[in-house]
């Protein structure tokens, strides 16, 4: 059964600071992976989508990369933003194409 | 476009009673799924529904029943709730669940449910 954690589990940062978020999942045999992000009281929002052969993938200050070999995968984000205060979520599409999310990085950005 | 819907936002149910959570999407997708999100642990499928017509176990789909009413509806029902099934529930669709590397999933706001 595939195994999705993210480490830390809540994180604060001043403004300006660069934002590390980390991922790691136990089967590498999967279709890509995917960071979310989630506002207080609200749905998912899909960030970024790496495809299993793909070794990273950028988006504005986003940054996400993907070591399936060591099952890793790292969120960066740039000169973060109190508006980049949420939750963000990590999900692997395995091989039975059934989403396996970690329980997610709380971030807050102080101003 | 409204992506994807559901109804209630919040509901309060004692142990016992029965509930249906609605789902709608306008993107014409053919997969929807059921989530539920806990404290501490990531979104757990409950069923979901790789076209019309078709449904499905999840991972955690005891005490639960879903109906994919047409391609627009998929809703969850509880038929007897219990206190185990407070959570946050999360409706989901896609184009097509097996179309492969490049799709992701859209969700919708959440229904927060608290049984009592």
């Known amino acids: 059964k595939q195994e999705v954690t993210q480490i830390p589990a809540a994180l604060s940062v001043p403004e300006g600071e660069n934002l590390v978020l980390n991922c790691s999942f136990t089967d590498s045999a999967i279709y890509n992976l995917q960071w979310f992000r989630q506002d207080p009281g609200k749905g998912l929002t899909s960030l970024l989508l790496i495809q299993s052969s793909q070794r990273e993938q950028t988006s504005g200050r986003l940054n996400a990369s993907l070591d399936k070999s060591s099952g890793r995968s790292t969120l960066y984000i740039a000169a973060s933003q109190p508006g980049d205060s949420a939750t963000y979520l990590c999900a692997v599409k395995p091989l039975d194409y059934k989403l396996s999310f970690g329980a997610g990085t709380t971030v807050t950005v102080r101003a | 476009n409204a992506g994807v819907t559901q109804t209630p936002k919040f509901q309060v149910l004692k142990t016992g009673q029965s509930m249906t959570l609605q789902c709608a999407q306008d993107?014409?997708?053919?997969?929807m799924y059921w989530y539920r999100q806990d404290p501490g642990m990531g979104l757990r499928l409950i069923y979901y529904s790789a076209s019309e017509g078709t449904t499905d176990k999840g991972e955690v789909p005891n005490g639960y029943n879903v109906s994919r009413l047409n391609k627009r509806e998929f809703s969850l029902r509880l038929e007897s709730a219990a206190p185990s099934q407070t959570s946050v529930y999360f409706c989901?669709?896609?184009?097509?669940?097996?179309?492969?590397?490049?799709?992701?999933?859209?969700f919708g706001p959440g229904t927060r449910l608290l049984v009592l």
């Open positions: 989901a669709s896609s184009p097509d669940q097996t179309s492969g590397i490049k799709e992701t999933q859209y």
């Open positions: 993107m014409n997708h053919n997969s």
